[in-house]
């Protein structure tokens, strides 16, 4: 298969416009469901549900006006519909559980192998192609991305008054904090794209307007940030309370990735599976450490599609050595 081929059906997987094609990407995964203390209790598969529209529903969207009507279709993805289409919540929505991370961690590897298969596909036509390049990046892969935000945007406020008309939440649920999360990784992708590929970019479209306002505002904020903190080490800034249990342990992991990081993908996974072992970070899936490690510039994006193909980290049967657990109880002291 052509690359090109490659890239167009991974950017049909990821084609998210609203919560349909949201909970579509979603149908047939199998999330986990955790107990209090983060044990895992029960494996729950993604399956789509058909609630019948009632009399009931009908007239109480009539009695709360036409913007209530129209949030309605467009929460249904149509007008007149006979049913409500969404996926089985109900089973997972008000326990713990890895809905969010799977959705993430499965939608940022579509993203890396796009990203990937562009590289190539670049490499090998520069020369002879340069037309069809310019049309790939800008009218396929950015105007999708572009469009997504977009429609994000537009429905999850609109889709807030769905919640004020019915007592029953879980029957019209709408995940508007993973849109947010998606709106959030579609503009990451769009800066990484027009900053790699500058003088293939069309300057006069709406994508790229966008990223230069958000680029003033960044570079002004980045200016601001390095002017208040610059006295501050970089481990001083970042938030490790969501990870780790303890600050004395959090200055201990600084010590450890400072002296005895070398293969990243390896020693990271040690690290990590050596302090789950003992009980001393909070307990999650293996992406939300990891996730901490890129936005916190532990990891490079190389390093992140590294764990991405390996899905997770290594075992600490696998990634254990004699010397990395003499450095280990060296400065962790148990």
């Keep these: 298969m052509q690359k090109i081929d490659q890239i167009q059906n991974n950017l049909a997987l990821i084609k998210i416009y609203d919560r349909h094609t949201l909970e579509k990407f979603m149908l047939g995964k199998n999330i986990t469901v955790f107990d209090e203390n983060q044990n895992s ?10 609630t019948p529209i009632t009399q009931e529903i009908s007239d109480a969207f009539q009695k709360s006006g036409f913007l209530y009507v129209l949030t309605f279709n467009i929460f249904n993805g149509k007008a007149d519909a006979k049913e409500v289409r969404i996926i089985n919540y109900v089973d997972f929505i008000d326990k713990k559980n890895n ?16 990203e990937q298969d562009l590289e190539d596909y670049v490499l090998d036509n520069s020369k002879t192609n ?63 794209t027009i900053e790699k590929y500058k003088k293939y970019i069309d300057k006069d479209s709406a994508f790229y307007k966008k990223y230069k306002e958000e680029h003033k505002f960044i570079l002004k904020s980045e200016k601001k940030n390095k002017k208040k903190f610059k006295e501050k080490k970089h481990e001083d800034n970042i938030e ?19 002296k005895h990081i070398i293969n990243r993908f390896i020693d990271y996974s040690f690290i990590f599976q050596k ?47 004699e010397q990395r657990e003499n450095n280990f109880n060296n400065i962790f002291n148990l």
């Design 41 to 50: 209790i029960e494996k729950v598969k993604i399956i789509e549900h058909y």
């Design 99 to 114: 809905y969010s991370e799977i959705l993430l961690a499965d939608f940022k590897k579509v993203l890396s192998l796009i």
């Design 130 to 192: 340069p037309d069809n390049i310019k049309d790939l990046i800008n009218n396929k892969i950015l105007a999708q991305y572009h469009n997504s935000i977009i429609v994000f945007k537009q429905n999850y406020n609109t889709y807030e008054m769905v919640n004020s008309v019915f007592k029953d939440p879980v029957t019209f649920f709408i995940d508007i904090e993973n849109m947010k999360k998606m709106s959030l990784l579609f503009n990451k992708a769009i800066a990484s």
């Design 240 to 258: 490790w309370k969501d990870i780790f249990k303890e600050k004395s342990v959090y200055k201990q992991f600084i010590k450890y990735a400072k």
């Design 275 to 321: 302090m789950k072992h003992h009980e001393i970070i909070h307990n999650y899936t293996h992406f939300k450490y990891i996730d901490w490690l890129r936005d916190n510039n532990f990891i490079t994006d190389k390093d992140y599609e590294e764990f991405v193909k390996n899905a997770g980290f290594r075992s600490l049967s696998k990634s254990s050595s």
